[in-house]
């Protein structure tokens, strides 16, 4: 049977990624996800800090006047970890929210995770982060991208 510790570091980790997304830091996304390969069934995916950072600035929006922050929630819902070891996986529901001035309070994107973790003396740690998105809504104030090229 898992250590009830070990997942909730793993999951610790799921609601750091909200977290870091939520408030604009993708530089933190990155390192976050800086050991994994991360992406989805419509684009690909990238590796390593700087290209996963990168990713997350290019395609979403930030307003500098409100802290330079996508203005979203990011809501990991019903996390199922399974620990074997010094591996694990995740799968988890996501509902993404946002709030501007053009756009009224609303969920924009809805979809799941699913994620692999390893183990070593520094603790648990993303290996792959899978994004399959299933409904998107009004993302115009969130992407700087057209989530058609996607297939979206």
């Not at 990991?76 to 970890?81: D, G």
Request: a negative charge; hydrophobic letters at 40%; aromatic letters at 8%.
């Amino acid at each position: 049977m898992a250590d009830p510790q070990d997942k909730t570091a793993i999951a610790e980790l799921l609601y750091t990624y909200a977290e870091l997304i939520d408030a604009g830091d993708f530089d933190g996304v990155g390192r976050l996800l800086g050991r994994a390969s991360f992406g989805g069934p419509a684009s690909g995916s990238v590796s390593g800090a700087e290209n996963i950072a990168g990713l997350f600035a290019a395609t979403t929006r930030r307003y500098p006047e409100h802290g330079n922050r996508p203005r979203t929630r990011h809501l990991v819902l019903n996390p199922i970890i399974d620990v074997d070891g010094d591996a694990a996986t995740a799968r988890s529901t996501f509902v993404v929210v946002q709030h501007t001035e053009t756009v009224p309070l609303q969920p924009i994107v809805v979809g799941r995770y699913a994620d692999a973790f390893a183990r070593d003396a520094g603790g648990w740690y993303f290996t792959q982060r899978l994004v399959d998105v299933e409904m998107v809504g009004d993302v115009s104030a969130h992407l700087n991208v057209d989530p058609a090229v996607y297939g979206r």
